[in-house]
């Protein structure tokens, strides 16, 4: 089998039907480019900046990150490469960066939170990232946002960074696509008014499941509230895919769900237009993606949204529906 997967490298990733659609890496450090080359990424969907800091003794420099983003972004060849900005908080602590002891570090103090509070640590980043654009196709996501006000906050501060740059160098940034996650359960409602405002969703579902079910995703006694396939959070999930078209933006996924076997069709069915996932992943989804015909899954998701209560029913149809 992975003989046959090996043959997909170089090629599209397609339905059964002929509709194309791209399956992306995630990766956490530049290096990680090279193995998502290796497994036919048609980009990186999530480059996660948080090692920059956290392999680190000091807050990494504006030059620091630049260096690291064009490596990455060159290293892809003309493929997009979308980097979340800085996600820590209470759980991941730095040295350098001494934060107050929470209870609830989930619910707390943590990445786009800080981040607009701190522009002496934002700016830099949003500055590298803006540099590193001129290198390649790339996108900047804000983790975490949970509302428009802070959407706009960090776009104005990201407008200041442009401004800034074109001073000295005219047109600079000028095709950075800027995006958010979609994690927080509020902006997944309100995703209609968010869709307005970025050119692309990234969902992560891995906190958007955590904060819908109220379960944490570190602890094993509560592991069993993990349900993609949930048919309430699948119907969630196309609202965010819905809105998205509906004002022009690009629909992405990046948390784990992007690679699962039995989510796949219901996304396509959803019309999700990237796929994010361990490189190791690629290859076997873009197998999948080939036999299945996206009007079929269109049905699919109606009959697992309309049909089934509960995330047991949605998987018995998902296998039926892949044999
Ligand atoms: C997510 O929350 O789904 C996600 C992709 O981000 P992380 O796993 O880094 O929180
Ligand atoms: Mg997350």
Known sequence: QRAQWAKLVDAPSVSKDGKEFE???????????????????????????EFLYMGSDHLPSEDEQFEAYKKAVVG???????????????????????????LNPFLGYRAIRICLERPDIFKPQLRALIRASEFGPLGIMFPMIGTVAELRAAK??????LTELQASH??????????MMIE?????????????????FSIGTN?????????????????YLYQPLNPAFLSLIKHVIDSAHRH?????????MAGDKYALPLLMGMGLDEYSMSATSILRTRSTMKDLDTAECAKLVDKAINECATDEEVKALVEKELG
Do not use: H, W
Not at 87 to 100: F, R
């Open 207 to 223: 906190d958007l499941i955590q904060y819908n079910f109220a379960a944490d995703r570190g602890n094993d006694k509560v592991s």
């Open 76 to 102: 892809m060849n003309g493929k997009p490469v979308v980097v979340r900005t800085l996600d820590i908080g209470g759980d991941k602590p730095l040295d350098y960066l001494p934060l107050p002891e929470e």
């Open 248 to 256: 022009g933006a690009k629909a992405a996924m990046c948390g784990e």
């Open 23 to 49: 399956i992306a890496a995630n990766i956490g450090t530049p290096d990680d480019v090279a193995d998502a080359v290796k497994q036919g990424a048609d980009g990186v969907g999530l480059f996660r900046s």
């Open 184 to 200: 927080v359960p509020l902006a997944a409602i309100n995703a209609d008014n968010l869709a307005k405002e970025v050119d692309f």
């Open 170 to 179: 005219p047109g600079i940034g000028k095709n950075v696509q800027l995006g």
């Open 156 to 161: 104005a501060i990201y407008n200041e960074c």
